[in-house]
């Protein structure tokens, strides 16, 4: 099966930051990585998805990008109620794995 | 609006059985395969399974493999996950998410675009 690994596990960076975060796929996925967002007590959002196609409704200051193994989420401007887990996902096909989870603390 | 509620979690004691239900509304539910993920107390998501739409082919992950087993009734939108021979690690909580959907014989790969409000499980004596 295909292990799906993010870095940091976790990260604090001040308000305004710009913060990245990896994904990695161990093996070549295409574009089907979505990134979701789950905030303490709630159920997951999904933020991105085909990579880099942001969701309905999810502020333009997330983004995403990579294909194949490699993968970034990115949030251009840090903002308080962007704390939260954030999760890699594979789709494209079972099982749908997802990644550690990375957790962003503002500093 | 779509929607999804799952029912049936609680506390039960180790070595029994649990059947979860998730009900849809709001989409065309024989359209869409489904899923179940569940998240261990301050632990990150675990993909668990997955049904398609019209319930030809199952998915597990090893963890849950030979004791869980996915199923749906089209008929009433309802998906359930039938869990037996329950371990202290299974407690967590417990969500249906929607899948790829599929239409005129093909089916487009898709995120987990909506989820349920999750569902308690608690295994322990």
């Known amino acids: 099966d295909i292990q799906m690994t993010q870095s940091p596990s976790s990260l604090s960076a001040s308000v305004g930051d710009r913060v990245t975060i990896t994904c990695r796929a161990s093996?070549?996925?295409?574009?089907?990585l979505a990134w979701y967002q789950q905030k303490p007590g709630k159920v997951p959002k999904l933020l991105i998805y085909a990579a880099s196609t942001l969701q309905s409704g999810v502020p333009s200051r997330f983004s995403g990008s990579g294909s194949g193994t490699d993968f970034t989420l990115t949030i251009s401007s840090l903002q308080p109620e962007d704390v939260a887990t954030y999760y890699c996902?594979?789709?494209?096909?079972?099982?749908?794995?997802f990644g550690q989870g990375t957790k962003v603390e503002i500093k | 609006q779509v929607r999804l509620v799952e029912s049936g979690g609680g506390v039960v004691q180790p070595g029994t059985s649990l059947r979860l239900s998730c009900a849809a509304s709001g989409f065309t539910f024989s359209s869409y395969s489904m899923s179940w993920v569940r998240q261990a107390p301050g632990k990150g998501l675990e993909w668990l399974s997955a049904i398609s739409y019209d319930a030809s082919a199952q998915y597990y992950a090893d963890s849950v493999k030979g004791r869980f087993t996915i199923s749906r009734d089209n008929s009433k939108s309802t998906l359930f996950l039938q869990m037996n021979s329950l371990r202290p690690e299974d407690t967590a909580v417990y969500y249906c998410?929607?899948?790829?959907?599929?239409?005129?014989?093909?089916?487009?790969?898709?995120?987990?675009?909506?989820w349920g409000q999750g569902h308690l499980v608690t295994v322990s004596s």
């Open positions: 093996q070549g996925i295409a574009n089907y």
């Open positions: 996902q594979k789709y494209n096909s079972a099982p749908r794995t």
């Open positions: 998410a929607r899948g790829s959907a599929c239409g005129g014989g093909t089916c487009q790969k898709l995120p987990f675009d909506y």
